[in-house]
């Protein structure tokens, strides 16, 4: 029988890419994992990675080998979470109140700011021994840090048009749908033209404010300007929609904004909607497939699920 330590340095090296970065995420030397590593391959038979340059790639046996793996840690997600709920059964029955351990939740920013604080609140009262660390993560990263067991649950968005890869081992929850609309620095000028890009092309020759590239945001964002008929003057780029907002305000530049950076608020900037179907990006959270049942997550994706009501009514 294979030993399932060894096995999950082996998955862990599939998401992480390197010895260094395994060694790094699990507080091990290097050479500690590569000796494991190599004693995997003497209790299989075969070699399970081959030498890159400086890196190293998992061999076809070792694809094989990660592929059972995850599915092993998946019914270990699985007894987990149930055993997890028959201790919050029992603690019902007999007057104990509220879940213990861990939970890690990774969000981007508009999100966190948005909704965590307020599900924070109604973790706390509910279940005052749970131990929430929050990690600001855009998905591009927290996903994949989800898949390595880094976080439990994860605050993702997609947006219109862009959808997202839904790898097999991951399961998504809808949210919320966020309204995104243009921000101008001064109120536009008012147009009698039933086009819906109208009040875009007016700001076609004014400094913008994105994302990065690279980002599904950035993407939607260029791609809607080019529709207009224009290509957009990107002189900020940062991930931080709060200076986003602050460079609109200051009038420095031109942006979306999406309803979650108000708060529930007033908006203090000129706004205009943007055409049906291409002004709305999806909130949602993700879990891996076998942690959705666990009673943190539920409590988790409930208190958020209340708090986004909240937020938007």
Known sequence: MFDLHRLRLLRELKHRGTLAAVAAALSYAPSSVSQQLSQLEAEVGVPLLERVGRRVRLTDQAEILVGHTEAVLERLDRAEAEIAT??????GLTGLTGL?????????????????????????DRHPHLRVHLSQLEPESALPGLQARDFDLVLAEEYPGDPGPRPAD????????DRIRLASPDAAERSTSTDPLAPLRQLAGHPWVMEPEGTAARRWAVALCRDAGFEPDVRFETSDLLLHLRLVEQRHAAAFLPDLVWGGGRPTVPLHPLPQ?????????????????????????????????????
């Open 100 to 124: 213990t351990g861990t939970l890690r939740i990774a969000s981007f920013q508009t999100a966190a700011l948005a909704l965590i604080p307020g599900a924070l609140g109604l973790l706390r």
């Open 170 to 177: 991951l399961e998504e929850e809808g949210l919320l749908d």
């Open 86 to 91: 028959s201790l919050a059964d029992l603690t």
């Open 277 to 313: 179907g291409r002004g709305t990006r999806r909130v949602f959270t993700v879990v891996r497939r076998g942690r959705s049942g666990h009673p943190a997550v539920r409590a988790a994706r409930s208190a958020l699920a209340r708090t986004a009501t909240n937020t938007l009514n």
